[in-house]
């Protein structure tokens, strides 16, 4: 289970990529996307099946990102997750966090045996409610 300090630092850290957003904003991945972005966090949206997110390019790839981003957050089914991890420690990201239902223990396992930090089985909602406690 991850402990509070490898969670933390994910909020020290520089750009952000939610790999898995929708168009619809009711879904994970639009709302991680927005609460993020609220938070004054510099996000770029990931999905190889949208062009535009709330006005905003969408990006195929990590690769196609505009600027390399510090961590993922991963809203995905999970055997697409395992592609998503290898492509990340592919263009250095040292941060993955997977999203309940993007889990895999094989993507776990492949960011552990490659020096990523990986926070599975925590919701960032539930973790970014509790930090906006204290602000």
Same mark, same amino acid.
């Given at each position: 289970m991850?402990e509070k300090? *490898? ?5 020290e850290?520089? +750009? !952000? ?5 929708s168009?619809?904003?009711d879904?994970?991945?639009? &709302?991680?996307?927005?609460r993020?972005?609220?938070r004054?966090?510099?996000v770029?949206?990931?999905n +190889?099946?949208?062009? #535009?997110? #709330?006005? #905003?390019?969408c990006?195929?790839?990590?690769? *196609?990102? +505009?600027? #390399?981003?510090?961590q993922?957050v991963?809203?995905? +089914? ?9 492509? /990340? /420690?592919?263009e250095?990201?040292?941060?993955? !966090?997977?999203?309940?239902g /993007?889990e895999s223990a ?5 960011c552990?045996?490659?020096? &990523? ?11 970014? *409610? ?6």
């Amino acid at each position: 289970m991850a402990e509070k300090s *490898d969670m933390d630092e994910f909020f020290e850290g520089g +750009p !952000w990529a939610v790999v898995g957003v929708s168009r619809d904003p009711d879904k994970y991945g639009s &709302i991680v996307l927005r609460r993020l972005r609220s938070r004054g966090e510099k996000v770029f949206p990931v999905n +190889p099946r949208v062009a #535009e997110i #709330e006005g #905003e390019p969408c990006y195929s790839s990590l690769a *196609d990102l +505009p600027e #390399e981003v510090e961590q993922i957050v991963i809203v995905v +089914p999970p055997e697409r997750t395992e592609k998503v991890v290898e492509e /990340a /420690a592919g263009e250095g990201i040292r941060r993955v !966090w997977m999203q309940p239902g /993007a889990e895999s223990a094989s993507a776990v396992e492949y960011c552990r045996a490659h020096g &990523i930090n990986v926070i599975s089985g925590r919701c960032i909602l539930r973790y970014m *409610d509790t930090l906006d406690l204290h602000r």
